[in-house]
């Protein structure tokens, strides 16, 4: 069966959407809709109806949301559309009705144009108003009366705009500066006094950026280099430490190739090991996988074993082919992949270290950017996953493996890791070992795991302060921060023990964003 598609033009039609009034409600209008018990309406009808019922407009509380008073005492929340617009005397009886009462205007319940009165009847209207308010007032000794089917109301709905509520809150603030909050920390049994106090202002601001000299010195000698060669320094500069760096990581590849008594691997050169390095980076520069950008890889066997064609792999991509062959062969890329994770081995630590065989490529990682890396005073900490799915195992072959169920990657290894916030640079790494595996590192069995780990990575940079997530953020991590000499900023959500958070709460319940509660505690806890 075919279909037809539409015209253009109808489909442009069919976007097109009338524009309609929409029912005006205002704050103490009488207004009616069925939401009361139901009944049976008699003989034709087959289904039970609701009552209408009269009521009042208290506030709005939502696009086209009311909270709506009706008289048999139940407030509600409804729609503007289940409403009905009625006369300010609509639930009276007829008897107790004014005369001169107007009939209410229907335009404010269906989309016809309003039938606004004539310059002689609006005249006219008015000088009855205001003999009818002074006879009123007469009458009443000048008090102000609700008007006929109103109900009272506790407060006047008044719109508060956003520099109003910000005034507002800022000065119920200022009421409460001296006062003094306890708070108590159940399981360790500490007490910490916090004052408000009207702001604060560091006497030493600290900047995220390098010190000027850093800046002249990199802009100097980048001035007679290309972009490639700019690149390819850079690389070199942050993947290893020296020259001697290279050749002791290309011995310890060499080394596991003679433990093997692997006759048929030859051994790595430091210019292979290099080459090899760079055809790993090369690939991902391909939307195709690693093995396409070889041609040998296809001309016998694939990894299944099949047997293929004789004839040339197409690459189907507007860039040529990278022909990686002309660098490395296939089959001593193979090999060059399969021994390049034994170069970080330490089997020296096997024994007390479950990570030996990649512990050392993050402490190499640590070192070179301490090193080869200027920052500024700012820099922020955070956790990254490198994804692992065990397939056979319980672990994949990893002495552990975590389960982050917010992440991208939830399963994997876990990095705590701190960064520039400027140029973005990763500066530091620490494996999460699980819970039996990081409780003997350094500071956590004296300061617990959140303080340990944030110290450990501050002491990868020179940098003195941090900033950090809810992971980080505790008041007990603030303040040993500062014992230690740092300035730290952390968002505190669930480690909310010994801060004033219902205080903070009850400030902030009115105020908009951009209100500040500034408190002080005493650095000793």
């Known amino acids: 069966m075919n279909i037809e598609p539409q015209s253009q033009a109808s489909t442009e039609v069919d976007q097109i959407r009338p524009i309609t009034r929409q029912k005006r409600v205002a704050i103490n209008a009488r207004v009616s809709g069925c939401f009361g018990e139901l009944f049976d309406p008699g003989i034709g009808s087959k289904r039970r109806h609701r009552r209408r019922l009269n009521g009042t407009v208290l506030s709005a509380v939502g696009p086209r949301q009311y909270k709506v008073q009706f008289d048999d005492g139940v407030t509600r929340i409804v729609y503007s559309n289940l409403l009905k617009v009625e006369s300010s005397i609509e639930s009276l009886p007829p008897d107790l009705r004014p005369a001169n009462e107007a009939p209410p205007i229907e335009a404010n319940n269906d989309t016809d144009s309003e039938h606004l009165p004539t310059e002689v009847e609006a005249d006219d209207d008015e000088e009855d108003s205001e003999i009818e308010s002074e006879e009123e007032g007469e009458a009443t000794g000048g008090n102000e009366t609700l008007p006929v089917g109103s109900l009272p109301t506790t407060h006047e709905a008044t719109v508060i705009g956003y520099h109003q509520a910000k005034m507002n809150a800022l000065q119920k603030i200022q009421q409460q500066i001296g006062t003094t909050i306890t708070e108590n920390h159940k399981s360790k049994r500490k007490t910490i006094t916090w004052t408000v106090i009207a702001g604060y202002a560091s006497p030493n601001p600290l900047s995220p950026y390098p010190t000027e000299s850093h800046r002249l010195q990199c802009i100097d000698a980048c001035k007679e280099m290309s972009k490639n060669m700019i690149i390819a320094i850079l690389f070199l500069e942050m993947m290893f430490k020296s020259t001697d760096h290279v050749k002791e990581l290309v011995f310890k590849m060499n080394k596991c190739i003679k433990d093997t008594r692997d006759n048929r691997v030859k051994l790595f050169s430091p210019q292979e090991f290099l080459i090899g390095i760079g055809l790993l980076i090369g690939a991902c520069e391909f939307d195709h996988q690693g093995i396409n950008c ?38 001593r890329f193979k090999d060059f992949r399969r021994y390049l994770p034994t170069c970080y081995c330490n089997k020296d630590e096997e024994a007390v270290n479950p990570w030996f065989q990649f512990s050392s490529a993050v402490d190499a990682f640590n070192e070179i950017r301490k090193e080869k890396i200027r920052v500024g005073d700012w820099v922020v900490i955070d956790e990254s996953m490198s994804a692992w799915r065990p397939r056979t195992t319980q672990f994949g072959g990893l002495p552990n493996i975590s389960h982050v169920p ?26 999460q070992r699980g819970k039996k595996g990081m409780a003997d590192l350094e500071y956590n069995r004296d300061y617990g795991n959140t303080f340990g780990t944030t110290l450990r990575l501050m002491k990868t940079t020179d940098s003195i302060g941090v900033k950090g997530d809810a992971w980080f953020g505790s008041v007990l991590n603030c303040v040993n921060m500062k014992l230690k000499g740092y300035e730290s900023v952390f968002q505190i959500k669930q480690n909310h023990s010994l801060y004033p958070k219902a205080f903070v709460d009850e400030m902030l319940r009115d105020a908009p964003g951009g209100v500040p509660v500034f408190c002080r505690v005493p650095w000793t806890v």
């Open 294 to 331: 070889f041609k040998e890889g296809y001309r016998n066997k694939d990894f299944d074993g099949a047997d293929k064609e004789d004839e040339e792999y197409e690459f189907d991509s507007l860039a040529s082919h990278p022909n990686f062959d002309r660098y490395m062969t296939f089959n």
């Open 406 to 431: 917010r992440k991208p990657e939830p399963l994997g290894t876990e990095f705590k890791c701190i960064a520039d916030p400027i140029t973005g640079c990763m500066l530091g790494l620490e494996i």
